[in-house]
């Protein structure tokens, strides 16, 4: 594990992701707190639940729509949507644009 302050990632971003292209995972700290976490994106990772989570942030941001959202999230739309439900996301905060989620489906998510 490498440890990086966010005042020395711009000098060190190279860095960061050699260390992410063999496997390694780095945190990135600010005044001296962990403030996030920067690993490969890879299928264990998926199956450990990130995909779900990377989904319910883009629905709940309006860069997806929850049909999108259920299908990156690995989920059949009306559990999906039980599980936005679940968590406060309400449908009329459906305000997508599917020419950019299209573009972001179509995508590998290996890249």
Known sequence: MQSFAVRDLREHTGELVRNAESGG?????????????????????????????????????GELSVAAGAKLAGLPYARYLQHLGALGYSMLDETTDTVAELALLNRPISE
Do not use: C, I, T
């Not at 920067?38 to 883009?58: R, Y």
């Open 25 to 61: 995972y780095s945190v990135v700290s600010k005044h001296g707190k962990p403030l996030f976490v920067a690993m490969p994106f890879s299928d264990a990772l998926l199956q450990a639940g990130v995909n779900v989570a990377l989904a319910d942030k883009l629905v709940q941001n």
